[in-house]
């Protein structure tokens, strides 16, 4: 992905979750998707769709385990 769309999907990720601390960035050596980050934390994957240039889209990735799920204390 090019800087020019991590920025976009950044600034849309962030009013759409209504969460500042969201981070789109770079993934070293892929240029199809980039990482989220919610602070130091990684919380998945965007993907690019570019497979018919007239209709690109962008699929957001996120594994959640299940212990992740069990409420603290």
């Known amino acids: ?3 020019t769309e991590i ?3 950044n600034n849309y990720l962030r ?3 209504q969460l500042p601390a969201l981070e789109v960035r770079r993934r ?3 240029d199809d998707s980039a990482e989220v980050y919610i602070g ?3 919380i998945g994957v965007l993907f690019k769709d570019d497979e018919d240039p007239n209709d690109i889209s962008y699929n957001f ?3 959640i385990l299940d212990f992740d ?3 603290e204390g």
């Open 1 to 3: 992905m090019t800087p």
């Open 7 to 9: 920025t976009k999907l």
């Open 15 to 17: 009013r759409k979750f």
């Open 28 to 30: 070293p050596q892929k």
């Open 40 to 42: 130091d934390e990684f």
């Open 61 to 63: 990735q996120m594994a």
């Open 69 to 71: 799920l069990e409420e």
